[in-house]
């Protein structure tokens, strides 16, 4: 009897520390301990044992299963801890690796030219003013001394609309003659010009930024592309008022060492009429490749409103003067990030975008 409880105990030993679950214990509990388990069936035995020999016997019996019961315990405990080790790697957090940040967007270089612009003009006392992208001949050409067959058109590669096919005209009050009820996309944004004049009476202090369009397209010219206008109507304005501003512009938006210089020019609606230059930027007007030697970059166009002008919206052009400019916001803003194709700027490629 001694050795069979031996032999159960070492049995039971193997199997148990060969357990891989509950199941396999319960298992094996039931096939020792159960009603018809081997260690149980020796507890019955006894009975047939001499009864000198049944209390040390039992005894034998009594311990076994308790060892069995240990063995039981150790079992299950041993399960439960490589339950919570396998439960711990699963949920396992790399504590070292590097956080998940948050990626964020910036304004569109245009968008970040634009606002600057209307930021250092409204510093000035200009206000913004607004016009339909959509424009009438009347107020893109006609009133602004590019009569109908006047050659300066041409300096505008035009959009017409299909007058088949008009959309709704832009607010404004529609003009009558025929040639002039043409409706076209504006070639710049001189248009808000006349616009804000025929709505009020000087002083006019003005900036308007906004969408202008040509049928152009190679490195330095999209169809679509951004202006920014600005108008200055009041009595006593003179040239002086107009190089002031200009160079107090040029200085806010690209720094405080840029220079400016005027050179004669052409425009129907501006008499006398400018081209602007800056010292280039990046050289500080020594001469590079980029400015072709010169040190100096045309960036914008700029008059004395033309007393045609001021008569056609019903002004005292012996009394009234002004000055007005318009500079392309894109052109500004390639200058400013020293990019060389216009167009990389309207592709939206994020990729590029990024860098700016
Ligand atoms: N509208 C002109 C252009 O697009 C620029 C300009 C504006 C010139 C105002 C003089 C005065 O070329």
Redesign the pocket.
Known sequence: MIDRIDALLAEARQELSGARDEQQIEAARVKYLGKSGSLSGLRKSLGSVPAAERPRLGKLVTDAIAQFETLLEEARQSIGRREMDKELNREKLDVTLPGRTRRRGHRHPVSQAMDDIVGIFARLGFHVADGPEIEWDLYNFEMLGFPPDHPARD??DTFFLDPGSQPPPPPGSPPTKGAMQQLLLR????PV?VRAMLAQKPPIRIICPGK?YRSDSDPTHTPMFH?V???HVEEGISMAHMRGTLDAFAKAFFGPTIQTRLRPSY?P??EP?AEVDISHPLCGGKGCKLCKGSGWLEV????MVNPDVLAGVGYDPERITGY????GIDRLAMLRHDLDDLRTLFENDVRFLEQL
């Open positions: 300096m505008q070639t710049h944004t001189s010009q202008v202006q206008e600005c108008l425009f609606f501006t009429s914008l166009g700029a008059g007005a400019f318009g500079a």
